[in-house]
């Protein structure tokens, strides 16, 4: 066998796509992979039989990938993140090996209906939002560019939590996606490594042999690895997602168990076990837990010896490491990878530093996704020291070289020293992650321009001072094979049969639209697909909630995760006093709107919490005002995942973008909507700024401050309460919601809240609220124009392609991995 060449190599027979054929396969996936009878077959049963027959698939373009990356030596791509927010895979993996007609008429043949199976599909919740999404997007759109990549991550037994609502507040419960197995993954036995925790670090050799450290861990665990295949568009290559397991080296101790402690006998096992049972449920806030510290460097060590063995397979030894794999850090959450990489190369493999040190440079690259302060990680340093203490001296060592070439060669000054050095002096002293991700990458890149800019200005001003061309910008994008041809089938048709297929291989092809915006006729089409759309959210509102919504009115959604400076409690008071004067003045022709949120709160953030049961009450006393005459109402949709934004997406008219200037790092859900025909309501945030660019400015509404009259206004002080009383309508607003005029059964339950307003006002929500209402207007004033409003909408869709996935991954490809 090991004699023949790749070419020779026994292959399976070829598959058919005839439904006929596909149908018998189905059930002999049912009946010998499954047990089951067709009599009997539940319809998950149906689903997994599904899903075997297009792995199947997919495999045979799988194994032609590997063997071309290994063929052609090419270089590899690892994406180490925390995070792969993937929702379902069934759709897009059918459509993206062409056999969606085929598998819908096999079912059908054999009584089954696609749409119902496919909904049972759990959603893979692997991750919390923006950051988590962005490596599903990318997994798929560097399987479509042809990038030989692999995305390591955690194979968290819960995903993101459930959301329920418990008269209005939010509550969590597990999430529980694997219940029914997962038929998409590979269990790989074979790939299992050894994670170590705490113990110490001996030293041998030294006075006449080269001295080497052996770290000598207390605990341990092993990795072992789950693979998924992930299938770029037209099949074109097929790339691994490998997600690692926590298994404990001994699975029972016997003898414990045998003396009668049946409990402690499986405590080690347990403790194994539970290091990848959840995902960390905080978005944007550092975990500060030693179980978080142990999943980062437990799947960072995992991948690392995972890519360094298959290097070793095919090279020599690894001075071919940077030319050969290219290693992308998703945050910092696995930046401790830099250390681990040097441990593997000095104490395993015997490199001496400074080499490892080059290598590992030339390796590695980091991905900066915020600026919060709070967000930005760093560890105590004697928990670092407990835990990874050979890390800990590696950190020392970095530093030392790296604070030694800042004072001695760039003559930097102590302020300068104490910003760029790994430890934070500052009270308890801590490692921070952040520069030890920029220091031991050649590249650091922000996620829209405004944020790369506003990186070199803040948090890495000086890092950016001592390595000047290592920051650079690689804007999101997102797939829009299920951003627009998945979630919204209408449209896509509708764009096919104006300017043909090209836009399905190249998005920025949808400029081809443009033109269409001024066919009346063409528009009508494009909003009548919208209005299919909305009738597809209301029905679901009003299945899972009992609400009803009249899809002739604006749908006006604001959909994420619920923080303060994204800024739903502004919508919120600007609903409040829209509100008020739809009621004080019934005699104008207002427009009929529909407020849309959906959203999780980290379980231990208050405010993000208080604001769920803000819009809860809200809406349960502007749906049952008769004043209101059925012209607004408020929806907040429980349980938000990316199944839910696949509807609500495609439905929107109105996109709310409205984060405080400088505080949103990029966003992804802005560009879904605009991709998918919505006019978006935002501030010069994030990527919006460059959504104006490309929509142009009579396509978007863009209002209130700055990124930098926000910096100016809060280093200088603003005065919000000068700004409420000026502003009649919003101090209106306050005042109802602060005097518990949505919570009648607890007055005070927002005081709070809103004293943070008249206070501080951090995140500029009465700063902004003028403005912001005033944009609303002007977005009614459009909407009462509806030849105008399709005009922009069709123009957002035909120059929003800029913005998939693919071009942002070709960028890091040429720019950064040089792949
Ligand atoms: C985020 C940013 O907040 C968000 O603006 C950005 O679009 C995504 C992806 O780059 O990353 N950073 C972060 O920590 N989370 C995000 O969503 N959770």
Same mark, same amino acid.
């Given at each position: 066998?090991?004699?023949?060449?790749?070419?020779?190599?026994?292959?399976?027979?070829?598959?058919?796509?005839?439904?006929?054929?596909?149908?018998?396969?189905?059930?002999?996936?049912?009946?010998?992979?499954?047990?089951?009878?067709?009599?009997?077959?539940?319809?998950?049963?149906?689903?997994?039989?599904?899903?075997?027959?297009?792995?199947?698939?997919?495999?045979?373009?799988?194994?032609?990938?590997?063997?071309?990356?290994?063929?052609?030596?090419?270089?590899?791509?690892?994406?180490?993140?925390?995070?792969?927010?993937?929702?379902?895979?069934?759709?897009?993996?059918?459509?993206?090996?062409?056999?969606?007609?085929?598998?819908?008429?096999?079912?059908? &043949?054999?009584?089954?209906?696609?749409?119902?199976?496919?909904?049972?599909?759990?959603?893979?919740?692997?991750?919390?939002?923006?950051?988590?999404?962005?490596?599903?997007?990318?997994?798929?759109?560097?399987?479509?560019?042809?990038?030989?990549?692999?995305?390591?991550?955690?194979?968290?037994?819960?995903?993101?939590?459930?959301?329920?609502?418990?008269?209005?507040?939010?509550?969590?419960?597990?999430?529980?996606?694997?219940?029914?197995?997962?038929?998409?993954?590979?269990?790989?036995?074979?790939?299992?490594?050894?994670?170590?925790?705490?113990?110490?670090?001996?030293?041998?050799?030294?006075?006449?042999?080269?001295?080497?450290?052996?770290?000598?861990?207390?605990?341990?665990?092993?990795?072992?690895?789950?693979?998924?295949?992930? !299938?770029?568009?037209?099949?074109?290559?097929?790339?691994?997602?490998?997600?690692?397991?926590?298994?404990?080296?001994?699975?029972?101790?016997?003898?414990?168990?045998?003396?009668?402690?049946?409990?402690?006998?499986?405590?080690?096992?347990?403790?194994?076990?539970?290091?990848?049972?959840?995902?960390?449920?905080?978005?944007?806030?550092?975990?500060?837990?030693?179980?978080?510290?142990?999943?980062?460097?437990?799947?960072?060590?995992?991948?690392?010896?995972?890519?360094?063995?298959?290097?070793?397979?095919?090279?020599?030894?690894?001075?071919?490491?940077?030319?050969?794999?290219?290693?992308?850090?998703?945050?910092?959450?696995?930046?401790?990878?830099?250390?681990?990489?040097?441990?593997?190369?000095?104490?395993?493999?015997?490199?001496?530093?400074?080499?490892?040190?080059?290598?590992?440079?030339?390796?590695?690259?980091?991905?900066?996704?915020?600026?919060?302060?709070?967000?930005?990680?760093?560890?105590?340093?004697?928990?670092?020291?407990?835990?990874?203490?050979?890390?800990?001296?590696?950190?020392?060592?970095?530093?030392?070289?790296?604070?030694?070439?800042?004072?001695?060669?760039?003559?930097?000054?102590?302020?300068?020293?104490?910003?760029?050095?790994?430890?934070?002096?500052?009270?308890?002293?801590? !490692?921070?992650?952040?520069?030890?991700?920029?220091?031991?990458?050649? &590249?650091?890149?922000?996620?829209?321009?405004?944020?790369?800019?506003?990186?070199?200005?803040?948090?890495?001003?000086?890092?950016?001072?001592?390595?000047?061309?290592?920051?650079?910008?690689?804007?999101?994008?997102?797939?829009?094979?299920?951003?627009?041809?998945?979630?919204?089938?209408?449209?896509?048709?509708?764009?096919?049969?104006?300017?043909?297929?090209?836009?399905?291989?190249?998005?920025?092809?949808?400029?081809?639209?443009?033109?269409?915006?001024?066919?009346?006729?063409?528009?009508?089409?494009?909003?009548?697909?919208?209005?299919?759309?909305?009738?597809?959210?209301?029905?679901?509102?009003?299945?899972?909630?009992?609400?009803?919504?009249?899809?002739?009115?604006?749908?006006?959604?604001?959909?994420?995760?619920?923080?303060?400076?994204?800024?739903?409690?502004?919508?919120?008071?600007?609903?409040?006093?829209?509100?008020?004067?739809?009621?004080?003045?019934?005699?104008?022709?207002?427009?009929?709107? !529909?407020?849309?949120?959906?959203?999780?709160?980290?379980?231990?953030?208050?405010?993000?919490?208080?604001?769920?049961?803000?819009?809860?009450?809200?809406?349960?006393?502007?749906?049952?005002?008769?004043?209101?005459?059925?012209?607004?109402?408020?929806?907040?949709?429980?349980?938000?995942? !990316?199944?839910?934004?696949?509807?609500?997406?495609?439905?929107?008219?109105?996109?709310?973008?409205?984060?405080?200037?400088?505080?949103?790092?990029?966003?992804?859900?802005?560009?879904?909507?605009?991709?998918?025909?919505?006019?978006?309501?935002?501030?010069?945030?994030?990527?919006?700024?460059?959504?104006?660019?490309?929509?142009?400015?009579?396509?978007?509404?863009?209002?209130?401050?700055?990124?930098?009259?926000?910096?100016?206004?809060?280093?200088?002080?603003?005065?919000?309460?000068?700004?409420?009383?000026?502003?009649?309508?919003?101090?209106?607003?306050? &005042?109802?919601?602060?005097?518990?005029?949505?919570?009648?059964?607890?007055?005070?339950?927002?005081?709070?809240?809103?004293?943070?307003?008249?206070? &501080?006002?951090?995140?500029?929500?009465?700063?902004?609220?003028?403005?912001?209402?005033?944009?609303?207007?002007?977005?009614?004033?459009?909407?009462?124009?509806?030849?105008?409003?399709?005009?922009?909408?069709?123009?957002?869709?035909?120059?929003?392609?800029?913005?998939?996935?693919?071009?942002?991954?070709?960028?890091?490809?040429?720019?950064?991995?040089?792949?």
């Amino acid at each position: 066998m090991n004699n023949l060449n790749a070419a020779d190599l026994p292959r399976p027979a070829p598959r058919s796509s005839n439904p006929e054929i596909m149908a018998a396969e189905i059930i002999e996936r049912l009946t010998y992979r499954i047990g089951k009878d067709v009599k009997v077959a539940k319809p998950h049963d149906w689903l997994t039989a599904t899903i075997l027959v297009v792995r199947d698939r997919i495999i045979d373009k799988w194994m032609e990938s590997t063997r071309k990356a290994y063929a052609n030596n090419s270089k590899r791509v690892y994406y180490l993140s925390l995070e792969f927010l993937i929702g379902r895979l069934m759709r897009d993996a059918i459509s993206n090996i062409g056999l969606m007609h085929e598998i819908r008429d096999a079912l059908s &043949s054999l009584g089954v209906d696609l749409d119902v199976i496919a909904g049972l599909e759990p959603d893979a919740a692997l991750g919390n939002g923006g950051l988590g999404r962005l490596a599903a997007c990318f997994m798929e759109s560097m399987a479509t560019v042809d990038i030989p990549a692999y995305g390591y991550g955690i194979r968290y037994v819960h995903g993101l939590f459930r959301q329920q609502m418990a008269d209005g507040w939010q509550v969590e419960l597990p999430e529980t996606w694997l219940a029914h197995g997962n038929p998409w993954e590979f269990e790989r036995r074979e790939s299992s490594y050894e994670i170590g925790f705490g113990g110490s670090v001996e030293t041998i050799g030294g006075y006449e042999d080269p001295q080497r450290f052996v770290w000598k861990p207390a605990e341990r665990v092993i990795a072992m690895a789950y693979d998924t295949p992930v !299938v770029g568009w037209r099949g074109t290559r097929v790339n691994t997602l490998r997600l690692w397991s926590a298994q404990p080296i001994d699975p029972i101790l016997l003898a414990a168990f045998n003396a009668g402690d049946h409990i402690g006998a499986l405590r080690e096992s347990n403790k194994a076990e539970s290091l990848t049972r959840v995902l960390y449920p905080a978005d944007a806030t550092p975990a500060g837990q030693e179980l978080r510290l142990r999943q980062e460097f437990f799947f960072s060590s995992a991948s690392l010896q995972d890519i360094l063995r298959r290097h070793l397979q095919q090279y020599p030894d690894f001075t071919s490491l940077p030319d050969k794999v290219s290693i992308q850090l998703n945050d910092t959450h696995p930046a401790i990878s830099i250390c681990e990489m040097m441990r593997l190369l000095c104490d395993v493999h015997g490199l001496e530093f400074d080499d490892a040190w080059k290598i590992t440079q030339g390796t590695f690259s980091y991905t900066n996704h915020t600026l919060l302060p709070e967000a930005l990680e760093s560890w105590p340093v004697p928990l670092l020291e407990r835990l990874l203490p050979r890390h800990m001296q590696i950190v020392y060592a970095i530093n030392a070289n790296t604070l030694v070439y800042a004072r001695k060669e760039k003559k930097m000054a102590d302020q300068q020293i104490r910003s760029i050095s790994l430890i934070d002096e500052g009270g308890e002293r801590r !490692v921070r992650m952040g520069n030890l991700a920029f220091i031991g990458s050649h &590249s650091i890149n922000g996620v829209s321009a405004l944020h790369t800019e506003l990186m070199k200005e803040t948090v890495f001003a000086d890092l950016h001072g001592l390595y000047p061309d290592r920051i650079n910008n690689k804007t999101n994008g997102i797939t829009p094979r299920r951003w627009l041809m998945q979630c919204n089938p209408g449209l896509t048709g509708l764009v096919r049969e104006a300017i043909g297929d090209d836009f399905l291989d190249d998005a920025e092809k949808l400029t081809a639209l443009d033109r269409f915006a001024d066919d009346a006729g063409f528009r009508e089409k494009f909003a009548e697909v919208k209005r299919l759309n909305k009738v597809r959210l209301a029905n679901t509102v009003a299945q899972r909630m009992g609400i009803r919504v009249d899809p002739s009115a604006m749908f006006d959604i604001q959909i994420k995760r619920i923080h303060e400076y994204k800024r739903q409690l502004l919508n919120l008071v600007e609903t409040v006093a829209l509100y008020d004067q739809i009621r004080s003045h019934p005699e104008l022709e207002w427009v009929p709107r !529909v407020k849309f949120f959906a959203g999780k709160a980290a379980p231990s953030y208050h405010n993000a919490k208080l604001i769920i049961k803000l819009a809860n009450d809200i809406a349960r006393v502007i749906n049952n005002d008769p004043a209101v005459r059925g012209l607004l109402k408020v929806v907040f949709i429980p349980n938000y995942n !990316v199944s839910l934004a696949e509807i609500m997406v495609p439905a929107a008219d109105l996109s709310e973008q409205i984060s405080t200037a400088g505080m949103e790092a990029s966003g992804t859900g802005n560009m879904k909507f605009a991709l998918n025909g919505a006019l978006t309501i935002g501030t010069l945030d994030g990527a919006n700024v460059e959504m104006l660019e490309h929509v142009g400015a009579d396509n978007i509404v863009i209002f209130g401050m700055t990124a930098e009259e926000v910096a100016k206004a809060r280093a200088e002080g603003h005065n919000p309460r000068a700004i409420i009383e000026q502003s009649a309508e919003l101090s209106q607003a306050l &005042s109802s919601i602060a005097s518990g005029v949505f919570s009648p059964d607890d007055r005070s339950r927002f005081a709070g809240l809103i004293d943070g307003i008249y206070n &501080s006002d951090w995140f500029m929500v009465a700063a902004d609220f003028d403005a912001y209402a005033d944009a609303q207007r002007k977005v009614d004033a459009i909407w009462s124009d509806q030849d105008s409003w399709n005009t922009k909408t069709v123009r957002n869709t035909a120059r929003m392609g800029w913005f998939s996935s693919d071009r942002t991954i070709r960028q890091y490809a040429t720019e950064i991995w040089r792949a």
